[in-house]
């Protein structure tokens, strides 16, 4: 059944609701249509925005969700600009100042989103909203005991605004009154089911009481709610990288440091998922970033001795000992790299808590050097075995060569050379050139090989059985 114009508009603005942008009956159909595309269309959404300020430059709405798009995208100034001019058109809108704030909120001055938020109380009409997003600010700030105040003040003039509640869910979870921060968060999803933030504190709760399946769902629902969530993807995506689901851990993680590129967390369990990828050029240069960001994380430090510990290059199937030998010394090299890192994190970590891989892990990188050093002996030793008996080979090859050559010599001479008159064929049993009667030298001793030469003759006389059981004491030898 088809749907009418106003059905689909009820389901546009429904659906806007989630994303938290906002629409106006007045440019409403533009607004509308933007706001159900932004979190996945962004530029789409944008040309929306746009083209409702070309129709009604006083749309103060568009300019917040431009406001909105730039904030998300990395842009906090073109973000400010346009929070500034929804304000300038309509002072008392409360959405645009909050978001104006949250500029500050993101870049963690909460100090200047507090006194922003004090000098537009009087223009926004001492809004409520403003009032309760002011309480939620200051718990950020450290200022528990004020932000409760302040957030009771809200809800003298409304009990059941969000913002407040939500200051004061936050202000009980510092407190670490889980109970009553459960309770006030509970309280937010049933005034407002769309509120995401109520069931992102339930998920932290739920982690914390250790209830893994209600926090993942809490943290599904919060994603679910608002795309735009960059925490609640971050900790979706923990619960991926746990169950080794890498893939969907990355699409998580890139979705968290789309809304929030500041999220240095997210970044480190991006670089995670990679690894368990075997993506390792991609997981280093996401370590790499976090350290631009945050130079000298130690976790970031740890996990590139990770990379280089547990990510081996493939060695291909047809490899020849030379092959191997040179896979063997790039294993050396990435071990003694791994080693650098783990130490480099041992030292500036101090002192290492009992159950802590690390000396481990260091002492694995220097047991596999090792042991790929005995290989590559064992592997030379047996390529200058096979060079050897290559050589013998190729010498008796050429000897059987030339005594075939001489006998066929003899007997083509021999064929050739009739005896002549006068002269008769030796009798049986007669010794020609020399015999027994000229001396022994037809029964000399074999030539006794000159020094140097033992170790190969020796080889000559061994079967292939008596080569490899030399082969194994040698290894077990060493």
């Known amino acids: 059944e088809e749907k009418t114009e106003e059905q689909k508009a009820a389901e546009a603005a429904a659906e806007a609701a989630k994303y938290q942008f906002e629409a106006d009956p007045l440019c409403k159909d533009d607004l509308a249509n933007g706001a159900a595309i932004a979190a996945h269309h962004p530029e789409d959404a944008r040309s929306y925005f746009e083209a409702a300020i070309t129709k009604f430059p006083n749309c ?71 009032m309760g997003y002011k309480a939620y600010v200051m718990v950020l700030n450290g200022d528990i005991d004020g932000a409760i105040e302040t ?84 900790n979706l995506a923990n619960f991926y990288l746990d169950d080794q689901d890498f893939v969907k851990a990355e699409e998580h993680y890139k979705e968290a440091i789309k809304f929030n590129p500041g999220l240095v967390k997210a970044y480190i369990g991006l670089g995670n998922a990679y690894a368990g990828q075997e993506r390792e050029q991609d997981a280093l240069e996401t370590y790499q970033k976090v350290l631009q960001m945050q130079p000298g994380n130690k976790e970031v430090i740890f996990n590139q001795g990770l990379v280089y510990l547990q990510l081996d ?59 790929l050093e005995r290989a590559n002996s064992r592997i030379q030793r047996r390529i200058e075995r096979e060079e050897r008996a290559m050589k013998r080979e190729a010498e ?62 020796a080889e000559e006389g061994m079967s292939e059985e008596e080569r490899r059981a030399l082969e194994e004491a040698e290894e077990s030898y060493e």
């Open 151 to 234: 957030a009771r003040r809200a809800l003298k003039k409304d009990e059941q605004n969000t913002n407040a509640l939500l200051a004061m869910a936050w202000a009980f979870y510092r407190q670490e009154k889980t109970e009553l921060s459960e309770m006030v968060f509970k309280q937010i999803s049933e005034i407002d089911a769309g509120v995401a933030e109520a069931y992102y504190g339930l998920g932290l709760i739920a982690l914390k009481n250790k209830n893994m399946s209600a926090a993942r769902s809490a943290f599904m629902t919060a994603v679910e709610k608002r795309p735009t969530f960059a925490e609640a993807h971050m």
């Open 60 to 130: 103060y709405q568009a300019y917040n969700n431009l406001g909105l798009l730039a904030l998300y995208a990395g842009s906090p100034t073109e973000a400010i600009r346009n929070f500034e001019k929804a304000s300038a058109i309509r002072p008392d809108y409360p959405q645009a100042i909050i978001n104006r704030a949250s500029v500050d909120v993101y870049q963690g001055n909460f100090g200047r989103a507090i006194s922003y938020l004090d000098s537009s109380m009087a223009a926004s009409k001492n809004s409520v909203d403003v």
């Open 396 to 457: 008796e090859a050429a000897e059987k060569a030339a005594e075939e050559a001489a006998a066929a010599e003899d007997a083509a001479a021999g064929q050739e050379a009739p005896v002549g008159e006068g002269e008769s064929a030796p009798e049986e049993g007669a010794v020609e050139n020399g015999g027994e009667e000229n001396g022994n030298e037809g029964n000399q001793a074999e030539e006794v090989p000159p020094a140097g030469e033992n170790a190969d003759a």
């Open 313 to 371: 290059p493939k060695l291909k199937e047809d490899a020849t000992a030379q092959d191997e030998m040179a896979w063997n010394q790039v294993v050396i090299g990435r071990m003694q790299t791994a080693k650098t890192f783990l130490m480099r994190y041992r030292d500036e970590v101090g002192v290492l808590p009992e159950d802590d891989p690390t000396p481990e892990y260091i002492r694995e990188c220097d047991a596999r050097v090792k042991e």
